[in-house]
């Protein structure tokens, strides 16, 4: 009988083992660091882990602490919102204005502590151009843009933003300034009596007419 030349030898292969091998000490560094920043994290941002907390707030007491507190509150806080879109950037978040820019202060100014409001809703609502005097001392020619125009929205909601950035102008005590809340129906009315000019106003065409009207 002959020899099977044909035939192949078969390879054998080592059956696979099983180890260990110890991890990095890094790793565990790591890790430790990670669970330490993450729990400072949540300690400092889970406001407790209230779920109405929430960035910016750290925790409920804070967040009560800025709610308003009333219906006033609320319209000053509006306000306050409007004036950073349409007015800080001229009279500045302190209210004092910026003279080389011709933006007279509003802090302390008579035209916005008048008792009557009718000539700072007209202001607002058409604008200002030329010279002016405020609180003793006089600003050059310049102009200040109508917001009240410009807002997108519809009327009576432009008499409602007027109103809200109005009154938190007037009444902002960080400024010093304390005078009565501006009302939406003394925005209207104004505004319905000016509703159709379009040039801005000057200061003494302003000064003619009386403060209640």
């Known amino acids: ?35 330490f920043w993450g729990m400072g994290f949540l300690d400092s941002h889970g406001g407790g882990f209230q779920p109405v907390v929430y960035a910016p707030y750290k925790s409920v007491e804070e967040l009560a602490e800025d709610q308003p507190t009333s219906k006033e509150d609320v319209v000053f806080r509006k306000g306050k919102l409007i004036y950073a879109s349409y007015c800080m950037v001229c009279h500045m978040e302190t209210g004092l204005g910026n003279p080389a820019n011709f933006c007279p202060p509003l802090s302390g100014s008579e035209w916005v502590l ?20 405020v609180a003793g001392k006089q600003f050059g020619a310049g102009q200040m843009f109508a917001v009240g125009d410009t807002m997108p929205e519809e009327e009576p909601q432009k008499a409602e933003n007027i109103a809200a950035v109005l009154t938190f102008i007037r009444a902002n005590k960080e400024w010093g300034n304390n005078a009565s ?19 801005a106003w000057v200061a003494d065409e302003l000064l003619k007419i009386p403060e209640n009207e």
């Not at 008048?114 to 005097?133: C, D, F, N, W, Y």
């Not at 809340?181 to 040039?199: C, H, L, N, W, Y």
């Open 181 to 199: 809340p501006v009302t939406v129906e003394q925005v209207s009315a104004v505004r319905k009596k000016i509703a159709d000019r379009s040039a």
């Open 1 to 35: 009988m002959n020899p099977d030349t044909d035939k192949s030898q078969a390879t054998q292969t080592s059956e696979p083992t099983s180890g260990s091998a110890q991890a990095p000490v890094w790793l565990f560094v790591l890790l430790a660091l990670l669970a």
């Open 114 to 133: 008048a008792k009557e409001p009718g000539r700072i809703i007209r202001i607002v609502s058409k604008g200002l151009t030329g010279p002016i005097q």
